[in-house]
C-alpha cells in the first residue's frame, strides 16, 4: 500500500519562494518509482510541473523551468518541489504523484497524495 502526504504550501507574495515536500510510505524501496509534482487551478485541467524518472531524468513544465527546481532524498523516501520567482498564476493545489512507470508530466500516474495549496498574491 503506497500513502502520499503532501506538506509546506500556504500563501506568498509574488516574488517569493516557497518549497513543499510530498513524503512516502509503503512497502517497496522508494527508488523503484518514478515521482512528480502536478498541480490545477480552479476550472483548469491538472497539469505536470516537473518529474524525475527512475533513470534520473528531469523534466520541467516550460512555464516553470528556471524557477521551479524538484529533487528526491532516498535516504528520507520524500520528494521537494523548491519553487522561486513566484507568480500569481502559480496558485494552484499541488500534488505529488509516483509510479513504476515513467510517465514525464503526464497525469497517468498510478498514487497521488491529497495535495497541498500554495496561493501566490500580486
Known amino acids: 500500500r503506497v500513502q502520499l502526504a503532501e506538506s509546506g504550501g500556504g500563501s506568498v507574495q509574488a516574488g517569493g519562494s516557497l518549497t513543499i515536500s510530498c513524503q512516502y510510505s509503503?512497502?517497496?524501496?522508494?527508488?523503484?518509482?518514478?515521482v512528480a509534482w502536478f498541480r490545477q487551478a480552479p476550472g483548469k485541467e491538472r497539469e505536470g510541473v516537473a518529474a524525475i524518472d527512475t533513470a534520473d531524468q528531469y523534466y520541467y513544465a516550460d512555464s516553470v523551468r528556471g524557477r521551479f527546481t524538484i529533487s528526491r532524498d532516498n535516504s528520507k523516501n520524500k520528494l521537494y518541489l523548491q519553487m522561486t520567482s513566484l507568480k500569481p498564476e502559480d496558485t494552484a493545489m499541488y500534488y505529488c504523484a509516483l509510479d513504476r512507470n515513467g510517465w514525464m508530466l503526464l497525469p497517468k500516474y498510478l498514487h497521488w497524495g491529497q495535495g497541498t495549496q500554495v496561493t501566490v498574491s500580486s
Open positions: 509503503g512497502d517497496y524501496a522508494y527508488t523503484l518509482y518514478s
